[in-house]
């Protein structure tokens, strides 16, 4: 059962993470380390975030990672991203990553399918357009359709035709719903597989993941003992802590930087 986390409160599970081995901290982006904005490409982590990572990444055998359904461009635009950055990037739900030191890796999932992309991006403008708050945004393996600037009953509308859309001309192609927005994707790879990818990478002995969305639960799912699932807001949950806000997320990470620095004095 997920309990509620008391900021500034000694947490058992907590302390666990903070003292394991090799930690890796992976964080979706939108709604964690930034609050949700009506202008997708305006999100930016919360100062007190960024001041946290920092504090992180500058300690031994620990590695920050954003893992979002951006597609690595975006991602790296919102997350104020440069090739000298110690954090780790996993975009488009995990089909993208790229590292500290070696830049973007290879993919290794299915390629998709030549020129489908844009077939589904020229059906579905001219429906989006339609309908007053609804936006597009293009994606390295498919489209989202943005609704935070509109209202529920266009946000009802817009993503029906859109599905119907889909399931007409790409009924294989996964589908991902969140807060406001409606993705689709030639791919098929989710955050699941990228908590197995980072693991995997950094030879982590504990994951520390933290997310606010449905798409996010893929990863908090098939977290291992000796890993922690955070999530941040209201909602059904596979994860061991709740927080409230971007803001409280600032707070556990700072919870987490001072015991794994203590620890290690």
Do not use: N
């Not at 000694?10 to 090799?22: K, N, V």
Request: no cysteine.
């Amino acid at each position: 059962m997920t309990r509620t986390w008391t900021p500034g409160t000694a947490d058992a599970a907590l302390t666990a993470i903070a003292t394991t081995p090799r930690l890796v901290i992976a964080l979706d982006f939108d709604g964690v380390a930034s609050p949700l904005v009506p202008e997708p490409m305006a999100a930016r982590a919360l100062p007190a975030v960024k001041e946290q990572i920092e504090r992180l990444v500058a300690l031994p055998d620990t590695q920050v990672a954003f893992v979002s359904g951006r597609s690595m461009h975006d991602l790296r635009i919102i997350t104020e991203h440069d090739d000298d950055s110690s954090v780790a990037l996993a975009g488009s739900h995990g089909a993208q990553y790229w590292f500290p030191g070696s830049g973007d890796a290879a993919s290794t999932g299915e390629a998709t399918e030549d020129g489908a992309r844009e077939e589904l991006w020229e059906a579905a403008k001219p429906i989006i357009a339609r309908y007053e708050g609804a936006e597009f945004e293009p994606k390295t393996f498919g489209m989202g359709v943005h609704t935070r600037r509109a209202t529920p009953e266009v946000e009802a509308a817009v993503f029906a035709e859109i599905d119907a859309l889909v399931a007409e001309r790409f009924p294989h192609w996964r589908r991902r719903s969140g807060h406001r927005v409606l993705e689709f994707s030639s791919r098929t790879e989710g955050k699941d597989a990228a908590m197995g990818v980072l693991r995997e990478h950094f030879d982590a002995t504990g994951i520390l993941f933290a997310g606010d969305d449905v798409t996010d639960e893929d990863a908090l799912r098939v977290l291992k003992d000796g890993d922690l699932g955070v999530r941040v807001g209201p909602g059904e949950s596979a994860a061991t802590l709740r927080v409230e806000s971007p803001q409280q997320i600032a707070e556990l990470l700072a919870q987490v930087a001072t015991e794994r620095a203590a620890g290690r004095e």
